[in-house]
Each structure stands twice: as C-alpha cells, then as structure tokens.
C-alpha cells in the first residue's frame, strides 16, 4: 500500500509497532531459529498478549511478527491466487456471501502482485482460473517425494502440480536464487520475498514514504464530522504521540485492525471506529490444518528442501461445498522424525545409535491438508478488559470454533491423503492433531450493504469517509489457498482508487499526509 501510493507522488507515514531487522542479521537469526528460538518474537512481549475461547481456541503465538514487513519476515511464501469460485460461495452453493467483487476484478492486480513478490510457479495446475500473464519465475523441480506421489495420485486420477510460491527460483529482482537451505522461516539470502526485501527499500527510494519503527497506534482520533483527524501512538518510552494526516489506511492484520477500531471510541462511534454494523471483529477464520504421514521401505529423501514443490488443488474446486468444505493436499518434502529425535527416543549409544539414526531417517512421507472454514459472526475477535497489554490497553479475545462444515472437509481430506500413502505402500500411515494455518482472516468484511459489512469494495469504511481497512480481514470467505497473495492484490487495488481520489480531490497528493507529530503525554 505504501509503495504503491508513494510512487504516485502520495506522501506516507508508516506507523510500524516492531522494530526494523537489518538484514545482515539474517545468519544470527538463522543460528537463533536453529536453536528453536523465534527471532521476529516481539521485543515487547506484553503487546503480544491474548485471551482464547472457544472448542477449538486459536493459537495466535508464533503465527504473526511484528517489525518491518510484518508477518512476512517469517511466512512460509506460499503465494496462491483465490479460485474464481471462491467469490461465489453464495451464488454456486448457496452458503455464506458472495465477495462484491469478482475473481476477473481482481485478476489483473493478481498478475502486478506476482511480479511484485516475485512468484515461481508453472502453468500446470488443471483447476486454475484463467490468468492474463505467466509467472514471473519458472517452478521449482519436483523433488524426489513429489514424484512418488506423482504416480501414486495419477493411479488415483488425482492432478498434482506446482505449487506456486513467492521464492525465487532463479535470481530475481536483485535478490539471489534460493539455496535450499531450508531455513524459510528465515530466509538468511532474501530469495524468499519478505516485504522488508521486496517492497519497502523501493517505497523508501521514492522520497514519499518515511517509517516510523517500534511505535505502536493506540487509538484513531475523529473529528467533528466524523472522519479521522489523528492516529495516537506511543514507543516503548510510553508516551503518546499523535500524527495528523488527510487519509488513514489501517493495515495491522486481521486480530490488530480490529482491535484498533474496538479501542477507538468517540461519541461518533461508541462501540468503536468504523463499527455501526457491529461487525468489526466477527467472521473471524483461518484454515483448519491436518498432517497425514506414513512410513516407507525405501527411504524416500526428505529434508532436502525445506519447502514444499508439490500440491493439489482437486478438491479445492468443482465441487459441492454446500455442506463441507474445499481443501487442498501440500505434499511435504520435510516429514517425519529428524535425527535428533530419532537419537533422542532410542534409548541408544555409540554405534547402535549410529546405525538406527542410519537405518531410520528419510523413510516418512506426509501430507498437509489445508481446509476452507466457513465465516461464523461467533467466532471473533473482541476486546479482554481483564488483561492489558505494555500501553495499558484490552488485549485482543480470539473465541474461535471448528464446526461440522470443517470437520467433514477435514475427514474427507484424511481419507484421500491415507489413500494415496496407501497406493505408495507405506505402512504406520496416520493423522496428526488439528493445526490451524497462522492465517488470520475476516474481521472487517467487505461488502456493498453497510448494515452487513464493514469496507465497501475499495476497502473504504463505509462509516467513515477517510478511512481504508487493508488485508485479509476485508476478505468475505476464507477459500483453503493461503491468503497473502490476495491481500497484496488487494492492497493493490485500494491503492490505485485511494491515489485516483487524492488526484481529483482539492489535495494535491503531496498534502495527502501531512508531518504534524506532536508530543501529548
Ligand atoms: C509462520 C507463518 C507462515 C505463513 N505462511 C504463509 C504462506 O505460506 N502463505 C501465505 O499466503 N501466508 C502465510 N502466512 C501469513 C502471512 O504472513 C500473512 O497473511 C501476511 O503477512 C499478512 O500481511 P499483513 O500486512 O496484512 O499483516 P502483517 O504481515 O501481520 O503485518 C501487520 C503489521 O502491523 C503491525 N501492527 C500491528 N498492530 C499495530 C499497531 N497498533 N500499530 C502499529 N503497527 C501495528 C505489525 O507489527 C505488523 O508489522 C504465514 C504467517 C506465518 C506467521
Ligand atoms: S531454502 Fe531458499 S527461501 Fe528457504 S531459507 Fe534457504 S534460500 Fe531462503
């Protein structure tokens, strides 16, 4: 969003809550990660604080970051379009809503995202919608694993494809080829695309956009006529401060967008910004996650890639979703125990470890699934007075279910990954513990009726006029495809109709945001 506005001429000022990770840090942080510590963890932890209820409580640690380029310093850089039919659950099956805007809207802002993340990935993947440009980078080889489930799905009649991803398969951009060094949460070369890499030195370089790091918004101000006059912040010194600007776009993920409004109160708005509908914070979703593994005769290479090159889109699509969801099979090239644990549980020493830990490793393959959820107003994100976070404010509540639609999907998926470990002739085959995809999705809905959404289709507040809610808690359903890609398309478009309405209003864009900080507390 910033990059795209302040290479339009549109001056911007990024309030980011964490700090900025220099690069050159990267190797440390690798040894860090490898020692099984989060290097992105928040240097505060108490503004990281939460609450959960609900069957299935969603769990928030370790599935965002705060600092520059948010959560993707650490994501995975699976970067799948949504299925045309992903914006038509209402129409095609007669549940949920319809998106206000169509997969072919969004199409061409898809293709700008891929280029600008920097996508690798081939046109094989048979349930695809249609698309008006090829991706920028070529895929990813099939690895060993993947060509044995390769001739497993095929007697099956089940298609497996590249997986699209935002890595870069051969030197792209001016970052460097990956090296399968299989590290991703911590790309210590930047082939994975991570917006402090990919988009930030670009939106800095145009002298329009400036960074503000480790200060947190608060609270957003409205004026008289019911628009945004001024977003509060503090640094960790704690004391407020305030910036003025004409136009604000909250783009903080789904939990923090709408806890930010929640906290927003005014006479205007009294059960938060942007909240007349009393949607703010409802529909909450992610994607419902299984691993089925099973073990091989033969050993069958894993971990020598960190990430996955294979995948099925066949049950994502052309399907009957009225009364279970889509889901699509990650066929993994990392599964099963690594040395170390192998080591660890074998009660052994000197050479009988060694020849165990040599006889066992390498022979687990696995399968993750990834299950459409659909949107349910219970399950939310609201407001805990009981518990404060570092600037004294409610933390976030996350009450969170798996109904029955999940479930069938999630038992159906089961059932097909078991039968394609089968055909490979693995035995011990077996379902992990339901995860949840650290996707955190719905929250401020877009929509055309301001009494049922929050964001019109441009991601303006309906409620409030200079108000742009950016992310995936403007999407309407959940799909099972990740949604990163279509948050930067998004952010895209918004962006482009943001600039347009500075160009044609009195402001001349360079006004947009003005400079004005001043010290409160
Ligand atoms: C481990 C992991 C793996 C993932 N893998 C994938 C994947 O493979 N594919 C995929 O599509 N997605 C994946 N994701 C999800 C993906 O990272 C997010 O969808 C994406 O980064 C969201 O982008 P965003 O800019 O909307 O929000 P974020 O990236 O979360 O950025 C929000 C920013 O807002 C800041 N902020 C929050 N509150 C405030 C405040 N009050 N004041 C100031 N700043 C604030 C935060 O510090 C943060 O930097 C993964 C996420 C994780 C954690
Ligand atoms: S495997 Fe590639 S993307 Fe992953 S950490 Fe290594 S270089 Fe980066």
């Known amino acids: 969003m910033a990059l795209e506005l302040a290479r ?19 190797g440390e942080y690798v040894r860090r990660y490898l020692r099984g510590e989060n290097p992105w963890r928040t240097p505060l932890a108490e503004l990281d604080r939460h609450t959960v209820s609900g069957t299935t409580p969603y769990p928030l640690e370790g599935g965002r970051a705060r ?22 659950l209402r129409s095609l099956h007669g549940i949920a809503d319809d998106w206000p805007i169509s997969y072919q809207d969004l199409e061409p802002y898809y293709a700008r995202a891929e ?26 080889p099939f690895s060993y694993s993947d060509r044995l489930f390769g001739r497993a799905c095929r007697s099956l009649g089940i298609a497996i494809h590249s997986l699209p991803q935002a890595r870069n398969s051969v030197a792209y951009s001016g970052r460097p080829q990956c090296r399968a060094c299989s590290t991703c949460h911590v790309c210590p070369t930047g082939a994975k695309a991570s917006i402090d890499l990919t988009q930030v030195p670009e939106a800095e370089a145009t002298g329009n956009a400036r960074i503000l790091t480790d200060a947190t918004v608060l609270r957003l101000e409205v004026d008289h006529s019911g628009a945004v006059s001024a977003a509060v912040y503090a640094r960790p010194d704690r004391v407020e401060r305030r910036v003025t600007a004409r136009v604000f776009v909250v783009a903080a993920g789904a939990v923090e967008t709408a806890r930010l409004l929640l906290l927003s109160v005014s006479r205007d708005f009294p059960d938060g910004l942007a909240n007349r509908s009393g949607l703010v914070g409802r529909f909450f979703m992610s994607h419902p996650s299984i691993d089925v593994t099973g073990r091989a005769r033969e050993k069958v290479h894993p971990y020598r890639i960190g990430f996955s090159t294979a995948m099925s889109q066949q049950f994502a699509v052309d399907r009957n979703r009225a009364t279970r969801g889509a889901f699509f099979l990650e066929f993994l090239n990392s599964a099963g125990p690594k040395p170390d644990r192998i080591a660890a549980t074998s009660g052994l020493w000197g050479d009988a470890l060694r020849q165990r830990v040599r006889e066992e490793f390498g022979r687990w393959l696995g399968i993750r699934i990834y299950c459409e959820q659909l949107p349910d107003p219970a399950n939310s994100v609201s407001l805990d007075a009981r518990v404060r ?99 930067a398309a998004l952010a895209i478009r918004a962006a482009e109709h943001l600039a347009s309405q500075l160009r044609h209003s009195a402001v001349r864009p360079s006004d947009s945001c003005s400079d004005a900080a001043t010290q409160l507390g």
């Open 8 to 26: 339009r001429g549109v001056q911007v000022t990024v309030l980011e809550s964490g700090p900025r990770h220099d690069p050159r840090q990267r």
């Open 67 to 88: 600092g520059v380029g948010g959560s993707t310093l650490h994501w995975e850089g699976y970067a799948l379009r949504l299925h045309a039919d992903d914006f038509r």
């Open 115 to 140: 280029q600008a993340l920097g996508v690798a990935g081939a046109a094989d993947d048979p349930w695809a919608s249609p698309r008006s440009m090829r991706l920028p980078l070529p895929a990813f």
């Open 389 to 487: 976070d570092y600037f004294g404010n409610p933390v976030p509540h996350l009450h969170y279910n798996v109904g029955s639609y999940e479930q069938r999907a999630l038992d159906e998926a089961k059932t097909v990954a078991g039968s394609i470990l089968t055909t490979l002739g693995l035995s011990e085959i077996r379902s992990g513990n339901l995860t949840f995809a650290a996707h955190q999705i719905g929250t401020h809905r877009m929509g055309t009726d301001p009494h049922a959404s929050v964001v019109d289709p441009d991601l303006r507040a309906h409620d409030v006029p200079n108000l742009y809610l950016v992310g995936s808690g403007c999407f309407v359903t959940a799909s099972s495809s990740p949604p990163t890609l279509t948050i």
